[in-house]
């Protein structure tokens, strides 16, 4: 991640950092459920680090290597599911924890 004083990025910023439309990402947010912005009241996306590596995959799978979205698919869910359950819930602790944090500054 370019910006690492930031925990969350914005929807276009994050395009910027991956070299495609916001309307990419959104479409992949729909079709890759390992992607799980963070969204506020207005519905603003709000991505995290683990967000930006799962999209970079994507984007080299499909744009470098020029696999297809279903084969893209496969492969970025057998790297997630790689994990083991231990691992998976200390991740999505963590990333609870993260939500929690910024929900409460934008409460302050």
């Known amino acids: 991640m370019e910006n690492t004083t930031k925990k969350y990025i914005k929807i276009g910023e994050a395009a910027a950092i991956i070299g495609v439309p916001a309307s990419t990402l959104r479409f992949w947010e729909k079709n890759f459920p390992q992607i799980k912005p963070m969204k506020n009241k207005k519905g603003d996306r709000f991505y995290t680090e683990k967000d930006l590596d799962v999209l970079k995959e994507i984007h080299y799978l499909s744009h470098n290597k020029g696999q297809r979205l279903s084969?893209?698919?496969?492969?970025?869910?057998?790297?997630?599911?790689?994990?083991?359950?231990?691992?998976?819930?200390?991740?999505?602790?963590?990333?609870?924890?993260?939500?929690?944090?910024?929900?409460?500054?934008q409460l302050e």
């Not at 084969?71 to 200390?90: C, E, I, Y």
């Not at 602790?93 to 500054?105: A, G, Q, S």
């Open 71 to 105: 084969q893209v698919s496969k492969t970025v869910k057998r790297n997630t599911d790689g994990m083991s359950p231990q691992a998976k819930l200390v991740q999505e602790l963590r990333d609870f924890r993260e939500k929690l944090i910024k929900l409460k500054e």
